[in-house]
DNA sequence: TTGAAAGCGGTACCAA
DNA sequence: TTGGTACCGCTTTCAA
């Protein structure tokens, strides 16, 4: 009674999942070209031929091996997705599983799969050197880059296409990405406090090394500054964007010299720990405080229903992901198509918790 | 200025990341079958040859085109997840992102990839087969069971190695899977909210397709029992485990003509529309109600802290991920050792929300 | 201890 | 419109 162990019985099968090309071809006495041919939609083969290779196909389960596939032709079918592991809790996170669903959209629809490397942290450089050397990968997507990313040089000497989701800042080389408008959402959403007639908004952001935090936090400065404020260090705290890092943001901001009326808030996981430290503090949102957030419209928290309780700047993460797919596989088709840049725009929506200043 | 303008310049460096063992061999004047031999540590090589061929490898930046390498050896050192589309959303979820970390952590240590393939909801079986006729994967982890899982029969036709993450209640046959026991957490959460004097619990509970959501209400009810209450259908709940589905369930529940006094609510996510139901019907969480939540620890949503306001049964996803891919190694290692099968306890922790009967 | 050559399962060129 | 055959880059007998 054991699951596998059929397999063992057959060595051949356990090779292949089925039937490979020649035998195949002799099953249904056509030579291996012409089943190739008929099988990728070359147009010189008889139309009568290509239906019966693909009920014979069908009816005997035949399917090309992807890896013989991939050697002949040199190109894998699949795009690689290298994700640092453990000490970095915002890469495996539930938006990395929104942006993997969008991508798996565009995937599905190029035939193409999705390679998952996992990569130590501060070894990075190396997974990419050798994910790219070792040919599994028609291409790339690179995840939350740093203001200065040097995987950005190693990428382009590389010479595989490949998309960063996200950008970075400090970097002055060609590259492909596709990014939220993280700048100007910022500058909105802190423009939207201001018209309430806040004046002590407080900015609870990623972490400091991250490019969509360092733009998040341009944005809020360029709206304090166009008011005629002074941006405090103070008001800024960065971290990563999680409930437990919110919480202490908020906690710590709360009880400091000069109290926020406003927060705005990078991430809903954070700012559930905003909205329990300010519980804590005895406040209630809406009323006592003002929240914005940013919210990546993760799926499963939501399925596009309303953000409870906070006022949100909305983007897709999924559609990033989509995005960043479908530009990829032009990069591919077309390397020499390259660079493309993409700016997502977030969408305003103005909740329940917009407070309380109104003056 | 094009970022993969160079890849054209130079076709065959296009199909493969870098240099094959041909010019490798060349280069370092040895033979492929020397290098081969030395590169997979085969004993017949002298030392110093071995550490020769390393030294120029890192040097020349040589690695082994992994697809080539699959082919001869008939192991492609990749282990696939089929990911079921968009009508899902319990799928693509942070669940999820936090099985494949465990899973990739496994991964890394056995020198393996993740492939994931994405299936239309409704076609999975079609996509089983088309992964193992394809041949890319060594083996499969098998998510999101239902109660009478057809994939099972299919998979162990196929032959090829896999394990479930949860298991398929009405299915006979062996298989090889890894679960976190629902049935024993749901009772002891049920007991200890029958401790404190509840007699009218909810359970909130995920989609009543789901294998572990049966199981689940399976313990709530045998406590019930056990306690010689009759469970109460109208106090069960089932839906996709997201805030907007528990805040319904729960608003739906506080309107009823009996009133609960606690829940049991199956994610943290529903948890969180919980909470913002019983708010809003002017309940607090652990005066006038209290909540006990199954959590699957989301690393990025709480980082090992306390779950806030809630009494909590704690399992790892993590964990799962890390146990469901090590048992495929050993499957894949030794076909005829299984079928496994393994049982995650949950841990639990009281929390600040438990209240209020106490009598 | 090393090397030559035959696969692995396809694709694509060239000839028929 | 079809078929023969030389690769793709590596592993693995078999012989030296």
């Not at 190109?75 to 991508?103: C, E, K, Q, T, Y």
Request: proline content about 5%; overall charge neutral; hydrophobic content about 40%.
């Amino acid at each position: 009674m054991f699951v596998c162990s059929c397999v063992r019985e057959n060595e051949k099968r356990f090779r292949n999942g089925g039937m490979n090309l020649r035998e195949f071809s002799k099953k249904i006495g056509l030579s291996q070209t012409t089943i190739s041919r008929a099988m990728n939609g070359h147009p010189e083969v008889k139309e009568a031929t290509r239906l019966r290779v693909f009920e014979a196909a069908e009816r005997l389960n035949y399917a090309p091996n992807v890896r013989a596939k991939a050697m002949a032709t040199g190109r894998s079918m699949a795009i690689g997705h290298i994700v640092p592991l453990s000490s970095n809790p915002d890469m495996v996170n539930p938006i990395f599983s929104d942006f993997l669903a969008g991508a798996g959209e565009s995937c599905i629809r190029h035939g193409y799969e999705i390679v998952l490397a996992f990569a130590e942290h501060g070894r990075l450089d190396h997974a990419y050197r050798a994910l790219v050397a070792k040919g599994g990968v028609d291409g790339l997507i690179v995840h939350d880059p740093v203001l200065d990313d040097g995987r950005i040089e190693i990428l382009n000497d590389l010479g595989l296409p490949y998309v960063m989701h996200g950008r970075s800042h400090r970097v002055e080389l060609p590259y492909s990405w596709v990014d939220v408008n993280n700048k100007r959402a910022f500058e909105r959403a802190t423009n939207f406090l201001l018209d309430l007639g806040h004046r002590k908004i407080a900015l609870v952001n990623g972490r400091a090394d991250a490019d969509f935090a360092a733009r998040r936090q341009m944005g809020y400065e360029s709206a304090l500054r166009g008011a005629g404020i002074e941006p405090e260090p103070a008001m800024v705290r960065s971290g990563p964007m999680t409930e437990a890092s919110g919480y202490a943001a908020a906690r710590d901001l709360l009880a400091g010299p000069v109290r926020p009326t406003a927060f705005l808030v990078s991430s809903i996981f954070s700012a559930y720990g905003v909205r329990r430290a300010a519980e804590e503090a005895g406040l209630t949102l809406g009323r006592d405080l003002s929240v914005v957030i940013f919210d990546d419209d993760i799926a499963y928290l939501r399925n596009g229903g309303d953000v409870p309780r906070f006022t949100a700047l909305r983007s897709s993460v999924h559609e990033a992901g989509l995005r960043a797919s479908d530009l990829l596989f032009r990069l591919i088709a077309e390397p020499a198509s390259g660079p493309f840049a993409e700016l997502l725009e977030a969408e305003f929506i103005v909740g329940q918790s917009t407070g309380p200043v109104r003056e």
